[in-house]
């Protein structure tokens, strides 16, 4: 089933544009630190700059639950965060308590907290895939 209201456009097209800026700055920023690394207070500000548009993704999905004004469908994103919210934090307790016996190494290898939770926002979406699907079967 295809459901598209006017919130999920919006929310594509600030997807669109979040992710096309992570692009080039992620690699913008890689190629600077690479060439000629910013010293000082500038390399903070810049290594940053590649995080910027994740918070955008992050204020994208969270305008989505506002906007979306069909109560089922907000439900079912709902779900989706929560349990990517769970899977994040789940992974990220783990791997700290692995990393405070010295189990494995400090830092996660540029597998961090984001990075888990938007694989718990896909492992949430299959999730709402196959309950509606076992819903509309059992109707």
Do not use: H
């Not at 630190?33 to 969270?62: E, K």
């Not at 010295?102 to 984001?114: C, D, S």
Request: charged content about 15%; some cysteine; overall charge neutral.
């Amino acid at each position: 089933m295809t459901y598209r209201s006017s919130a999920i456009t919006r929310y594509m097209k600030r997807l669109a544009l979040f992710m096309t800026v992570y692009i080039a700055l992620i690699f913008g920023v890689g190629f600077l630190f690479r060439l000629n690394p910013p010293a000082g207070a500038l390399a903070y500000v810049v290594a940053v700059l590649p995080a910027l548009p994740i918070l955008g993704v992050f204020w994208t999905i969270f305008r989505l639950l506002i906007e979306e004004s069909d109560e089922y469908w907000r439900m079912m994103l709902i779900r989706q965060v929560l349990i990517a919210t769970g899977f994040c934090l789940c992974v990220m307790t783990v791997w700290e308590f692995l990393q405070n016996y010295e189990v494995v190494p400090l830092g996660t290898g540029g597998f961090g907290t984001a990075f888990f939770w938007f694989l718990g926002l896909g492992i949430g979406a299959v999730w709402n895939a196959v309950t509606m699907r076992r819903e509309a079967v059992e109707e």
